[in-house]
């Protein structure tokens, strides 16, 4: 993309309301991030609200921002995107990375865990990670403490390892780390979604989450409560289609009743690197995207508006609390597929709908 149209790109995801999958749909409908912002404020009206781009001071000041810390952002379209990040749903539009983002482009193993994890926990995590990557996999991780901390430092020495961050790409978190984040982000590679200067909150560890399972062809558990992050990230990997691996432990430790559970559902028992490497050395990355070609999206044909007054009617009243397979409108709306994605987009735009994993909306 050029410049102007980067900034576009930009200005768009830093809109309220405005998510991944509607920005793609957005580049997709009209054909650029320059033509989609001028109609982003007509698309909302007809949801049934006002709504301002982001501000353009804002948008510059983040570029600049960004460059004044080293790194620099990668978009959807852009040939270095992750590509196996790139082939999930709700693929993040755009990336901040600082670091040596070819490590993306090589088989890689998220491994996540407890962050009060047991010391032995910590020792097979780090040792497992070190062998992995001297083996030529990446080890990606969210740089949390205990299991995460662990699987970095085995990782690094053999200098491959990614780390995702749920604040900005200059806010470390835990402060304990804010160390090893800094060398990562120099030696390793370190990725965040949210703009410089955002604060860790609770809505963006699952966000976070999501990007650890798509940007790894499998996912280890190492230790896990029952409710606990590490099984969202295990659960998003299973919705990629990704395999999910987890170490046993004993059914007296609270942390190891994730693992266990997971293994009892049909996750891969693991008790070794080779049972790792056994599992990700039939993956032939050749099927992946190749690198270098970025997401595309096709210029947009001639086309009219077809939803009108009555198919919003019609396709809002379908919606409810509840999550429900776009598909399903469709087929209860009889409305063409294209008609319900642009009501869908217009809701969205409007504050008025809410997206979830697996192709699933609901009202808000």
């Given at each position: 993309?050029?410049?102007?149209?980067?900034?576009?790109?930009?200005?768009?995801?830093r809109t309220p309301s405005l998510g991944p999958v509607s920005w793609?749909?957005?580049?997709?409908?009209?054909?650029?991030?320059?033509?989609?912002?001028?109609?982003?404020?007509d698309l909302a009206a007809r949801g049934g609200r006002r709504l301002?781009?982001?501000?353009?001071?804002?948008?510059?000041?983040?570029?600049?921002?960004?460059?004044?810390?080293?790194?620099?952002?990668?978009?959807?379209?852009?040939?270095?995107?992750?590509?196996?990040?790139?082939?999930?749903?709700?693929?993040?539009?755009?990336?901040?990375?600082?670091?040596?983002?070819?490590?993306?482009?090589?088989?890689?193993?998220?491994m996540v865990g407890a962050r009060n994890a047991s010391a032995i926990?910590?020792?097979?995590?780090?040792?497992?990670?070190?062998?992995?990557?001297?083996?030529?996999?990446?080890?990606?991780?969210?740089?949390?403490?205990?299991?995460?901390?662990?699987?970095?430092?085995?990782?690094?020495?053999?200098?491959?390892?990614?780390?995702?961050?749920?604040?900005?790409?200059?806010?470390?978190?835990?402060?304990?780390?804010?160390?090893?984040?800094?060398?990562?982000?120099?030696?390793?590679?370190?990725?965040?979604?949210?703009?410089?200067?955002?604060?860790?909150?609770?809505?963006?560890?699952?966000?976070?989450?999501?990007?650890?399972?798509?940007?790894?062809?499998?996912?280890?558990?190492?230790?896990?409560?029952?409710?606990?992050?590490?099984?969202?990230?295990?659960?998003?990997?299973?919705?990629?289609?990704?395999?999910?691996?987890?170490?046993?432990?004993?059914?007296?430790?609270?942390?190891?009743?994730?693992?266990?559970?997971?293994?009892?559902?049909?996750?891969?028992?693991?008790?070794?690197?080779?049972?790792?490497?056994?599992?990700?050395?039939?993956?032939?990355?050749?099927?992946?995207?190749?690198?270098?070609?970025?997401?595309?999206?096709?210029?947009?044909?001639?086309?009219?508006?077809?939803?009108?007054?009555?198919?919003?009617?019609?396709?809002?009243?379908?919606?409810?609390?509840?999550?429900?397979?776009?598909?399903?409108?469709?087929?209860?709306?009889?409305?063409?597929?294209?008609?319900?994605?642009?009501?869908?987009?217009?809701?969205?735009?409007?504050?008025?709908?809410?997206?979830?994993?697996?192709?699933?909306?609901?009202?808000?």
């Open positions: 993309m050029s410049d102007s149209e980067r900034f576009a790109a930009l200005q768009l995801l793609r749909q957005l580049l997709q409908r009209f054909g650029s991030a320059q033509g989609a912002a001028a109609a982003l404020p301002t781009l982001a501000d353009p001071r804002g948008v510059a000041a983040e570029f600049e921002r960004v460059a004044s810390l080293g790194a620099r952002h990668i978009f959807l379209t852009d040939a270095d995107y992750p590509p196996l990040l790139a082939q999930t749903d709700g693929a993040p539009a755009a990336i901040i990375v600082r670091g040596d983002i070819s490590l993306t482009q090589r088989p890689a193993l998220a926990a910590c020792r097979f995590a780090r040792q497992i990670a070190a062998e992995l990557a001297r083996e030529g996999v990446t080890v990606v991780s969210g740089l949390a403490r205990g299991i995460d901390t662990a699987a970095h430092v085995g990782a690094m020495a053999g200098g491959a390892t990614v780390g995702v961050i749920a604040s900005g790409i200059d806010i470390a978190f835990p402060p304990e780390n804010e160390a090893l984040q800094g060398e990562m982000g120099t030696s390793q590679l370190l990725i965040a979604e949210q703009p410089p200067g955002t604060q860790p909150i609770a809505r963006h560890f699952p966000a976070r989450n999501r990007i650890i399972a798509g940007l790894a062809a499998a996912t280890l558990v190492v230790e896990a409560a029952p409710k606990s992050g590490s099984l969202i990230t295990a659960r998003r990997a299973a919705e990629f289609g990704r395999e999910v691996l987890a170490v046993p432990g004993s059914p007296l430790d609270p942390r190891a009743q994730g693992c266990n559970l997971l293994i009892r559902e049909g996750a891969t028992l693991v008790q070794s690197a080779t049972d790792i490497l056994e599992m990700l050395r039939p993956i032939d990355m050749r099927m992946l995207r190749d690198p270098g070609q970025g997401w595309q999206y096709d210029a947009p044909s001639e086309r009219v508006d077809d939803a009108d007054a009555t198919d919003r009617m019609r396709i809002a009243e379908l919606l409810g609390p509840v999550p429900v397979p776009v598909d399903e409108l469709v087929r209860q709306s009889g409305c063409a597929t294209g008609v319900v994605s642009l009501v869908l987009l217009e809701l969205e735009l409007a504050g008025r709908l809410e997206r979830h994993a697996g192709g699933r909306v609901s009202a808000v």
